[in-house]
């Protein structure tokens, strides 16, 4: 058996069922476009019978994405396969992806067929399919709840009817590792004619065993692997292809597998199916999460300055990461917190760690995170409230909506004094943050404004991301409010404090610092 599994992407078919909007044609072709540079086996790029636009999206893909296998999911009935056939033709390497319920839920409550009738259609579907197409895949949906003789004759069917691929999908999430690796055992085992194909896994993540129960197959003699981007899919999605490749890298002393994704591609994919799909990562997801490579222990940041392996089983630049993220907070010892004042260009002479990390201590406590402006600020200043926002926003009001120019005022205070602006805009936000300008006196050129709901519900806790640039360097401002408009203030009021400390303090570095690099 060869050690090479192969990786099946489904983001583009089984990832965008679960979005609530269907993806562009144009919104497809570009994440193709960087699973094709992530080498990625197979892209399942969708199911050409479920809508007209589906079918142009795989047809498109077909024609301009080389490089993997271009597939397409057909039931297994005439019309979905003749689509489909139609639909890959124009890829080097098509594929149909034929699929059919096998357990006895599925035949009895939803399809009202016998075993019988189910083998008769596998076969006449898988044939129809390989008159089309030399690149046939059988699945039997909801394998993982499928009684083990019949679904061993529905592979070694679908095998002997020109199947290349006979795909084992746990549909609902509902198997664990043992008992899909004794599925797998059973199919490898006791299907006589199982040589004659590869063998293939599709999970669900419903009680978050996906990557468990994909590894635990591949152990088993699965060799390809079905999964998506970030994990996204139907209900609680699927396998994530990050973990699993991660997995099979990392652990290669235990699997002994190889896959050909081109691994330092990872980053760059999960971000991108992130902001064309909208579906958001979360912070501490394996290998993709923005917390996957951040450091925040004091003991922690101490293991990995001195070596990195202490805490990191596999580098952030195999997945494409410049490097890992070391949170300043108050568990931050004085070994981090002068490495990140020498790598903002502070010279040894200059550091007085013994007094300077109290110091830091205390401001951590009042902020939470410290970053390194603040960091600056603290070692230019004498003390804490020095370093004070320079400008607080007392009050907002805004109006808009259809028919109405956006308009704004707000009211800000500085060393003791209000001043009151108003503005309008291209929206009430702009129109907020002109009115921010007109009062502070200056404009800051916003790079990226990135919206998330941090709670759920009408109420939810809205957090607004910018990101800025000024002559001073670039700067990021968060702001959190159950008001968009105001933690978009609020965002925009913390990037203004920011540059503000960095006018003031830059004077004092100059000489004293290599370069500004916040
Ligand atoms: O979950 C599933 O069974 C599927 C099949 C169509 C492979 O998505
Ligand atoms: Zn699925």
Redesign the pocket.
């Known amino acids: 058996m060869t050690n090479e599994v192969l990786i099946f992407d489904?983001t583009l078919?089984?990832g965008e069922q679960a979005l609530p909007a269907s993806l562009s044609v144009g919104q497809k072709i570009r994440i193709a476009r960087q699973l094709a540079l992530l080498k990625v086996d197979v892209i399942e790029a969708g199911f050409p019978i479920s809508s007209p636009g589906d079918f142009i999206s795989v047809e498109t893909i077909a024609r301009e994405i080389q490089g993997p296998i271009i597939c397409g999911?057909a039931r297994a009935v005439e019309k979905d396969i003749l689509a489909c056939a139609k639909a890959v033709k124009p890829a080097k390497r098509p594929r149909i992806?034929t699929?059919l319920g096998t357990s006895t839920i599925h035949r009895e409550k939803k399809l009202r067929r016998s075993q019988d009738e189910c083998l008769t259609m596998i076969a006449q579907s898988v044939k129809l399919a390989r008159s089309k197409c030399p690149d046939v895949q059988f699945?039997a949906?909801?394998a993982g709840r499928t009684e083990r003789d019949f679904l061993c004759r529905v592979v070694e069917i679908a095998i002997k009817n020109g199947a290349r691929t006979v795909?084992i999908?746990d549909?609902v999430g509902y198997t664990t590792p043992e008992i899909f690796a004794s599925i797998i055992d059973d199919i490898m085992n006791r299907v006589p004619n199982v040589d004659k194909a590869v063998i293939a896994v599709?999970c669900?993540n419903d009680l978050g065993l996906a990557t468990s129960n994909s590894i635990t197959a591949v152990k088993h003699g699965a060799r390809q692997v079905?999964c998506t981007i970030n994990g996204i899919g139907?209900r609680a999605g699927n396998a994530a292809l990050e973990e699993v490749v991660m997995i099979m890298k990392v652990r290669r002393d235990y699997l002994a597998v190889t896959c050909g994704v081109d691994t330092t591609e990872i980053m760059r994919t999960s971000k991108l199916v992130r902001d064309v799909c909208a579906m958001p990562v979360q912070a501490n997801k394996a290998v993709v999460g923005s917390n996957a490579f951040a450091h925040s222990s004091g003991i922690h940041q101490d293991g990995v300055l001195k070596f990195k392996s202490t805490y990191e089983i596999m580098t952030p630049q195999s997945i494409g990461l410049k490097d890992n993220k070391m949170n300043l907070t108050s568990r931050s010892g004085s070994h981090m917190v002068r490495s990140r004042l020498e790598s903002l260009g502070y010279r040894e002479k200059d550091i007085d760690i013994e007094t300077f990390h109290p110091k830091f201590k205390t401001l951590a406590d009042k902020k939470g995170t410290v970053y390194d402006d603040d960091l600056v600020a603290l070692m230019e200043s004498d003390t804490i409230e020095e370093i004070a926002d320079t400008y607080k926003l007392e009050y907002l009001n805004v109006t808009g909506g259809m028919g109405v120019i956006p308009t704004a005022t707000v009211r800000i205070v500085s060393e003791g004094k209000a001043r009151e602006e108003a503005a309008s805009g291209d929206g009430v936000v702009d129109a907020t943050t002109k009115a921010i300008d007109r009062v502070v006196g200056f404009k800051i050129e916003v790079k990226d404004y990135h919206l998330d709901a941090i709670s759920e519900g009408r109420e939810a806790l809205g957090r607004v991301k910018i990101v800025a640039v000024s002559p001073e360097g670039t700067f990021t401002g968060i702001g959190t409010s159950t008001d968009i408009v105001e933690a978009s203030a609020k965002a925009y009021m913390d990037v203004v404090n920011k540059i503000c400390r960095m006018r003031k303090y830059a004077p004092k570095l100059r000489g004293k610092r290599a370069k500004p690099s916040l």
């Open positions: 489904t078919r089984d999911l992806h699929f699945s949906e909801d795909n999908p549909t599709h669900h079905e139907e």
